[in-house]
T-cell receptor
Framework: RKEVEQDPGPFNVPEGATVAFNCTYS??????FFWYRQDCRKEPKLLMS???SGNEDGRFTAQLNRASQYISLLIRDSKLSDSATYLC????????????FGKGTLLTVNP | GAVVSQHPSWVICKSGTSVKIECRSL??????MFWYRQFPKQSLMLMAT?????????EQGVEKDKFLINHASLTLSTLTVTSAHPEDSSFYIC???????????FGSGTRLTVV
């Protein structure tokens, strides 16, 4: 089983749509979680951290369920500029600073 | 803040030569930096953890004699791909974080093509 698994995608949605990404992680010792976005042939860029209480940043909402080891990202009112690959990332606990990446889910927002 | 600079952005080299990639933290000190490799349509795979002043820690399956890592200062880590072969062609990215609980910032990556 992969350590971090994401929806395989790709997702094609019209502008203004709401899209949800799902992610599960297998290492229960993971402490921190993030969503990154990666544009084609570019480096990943931090989109947002994910907290147990859930957190929102504008049109983006992230949720974490530690009991089911599940992470989600919701994008509301999607824009053309949201088109990218979304990476679910888990960071190890304690002194383990390693990041484990999911394979990513490609999102294309169409006009 | 938390800017990571990586050079070169792309490099084409002949098979058998060595290539050095630099990763710098511009506005913070990084005792630890990470080196990743990403093949097309694949996720980022951690190659090694670079530790300032000590030996790097390599992930299973990564040849330490082929991928030499030097982290001589708190702001610079280098990855040298020695005797490069076409199968080493990939996107290499470094990352670092100013604080343990922060997300990590990535360098802009180096696209290596070995011909």
């Amino acid at each position: 089983r992969k350590e971090v698994e994401q929806d395989p995608g790709p997702f094609n949605v019209p502008e203004g749509a709401t899209v949800a990404f799902n992610c599960t992680y297998s290492n229960s010792a993971s402490q921190s979680f993030f969503w990154y976005r990666q544009d084609c042939r570019k480096e990943p860029k931090l989109l947002m951290s994910v907290y147990s209480s859930g957190n929102e940043d504008g049109r983006f909402t992230a949720q974490l369920n530690r009991a089911s080891q599940y992470i989600s990202l919701l994008i509301r009112d999607s824009k053309l500029s949201d088109s990218a690959t979304y990476l679910c990332v888990a960071k190890g606990g304690g002194s383990n600073y390693k990041l484990t990446f999911g394979k990513g889910t490609l999102l294309t927002v169409n006009p | 803040g938390a800017v990571v600079s990586q050079h070169p952005s792309w490099v084409i080299c002949k098979s058998g030569t060595s290539v050095k990639i630099e990763c710098r933290s511009l506005d913070f000190q990084a005792t630890t930096m990470f080196w990743y490799r990403q093949f097309p349509k694949q996720s980022l795979m951690l190659m090694a953890t670079s530790n300032e002043g000590s030996k790097a820690t390599y992930e299973q399956g990564v040849e330490k004699d082929k991928f030499l890592i030097n982290h001589a200062s708190l702001t610079l880590s280098t990855l040298t791909v020695t005797s490069a072969h076409p199968e080493d062609s990939s996107f290499y990215i470094c990352s670092a974080s100013p604080r343990v609980l922060y997300g990590y910032t990535f360098g802009s990556g180096t696209r290596l093509t070995v011909v």
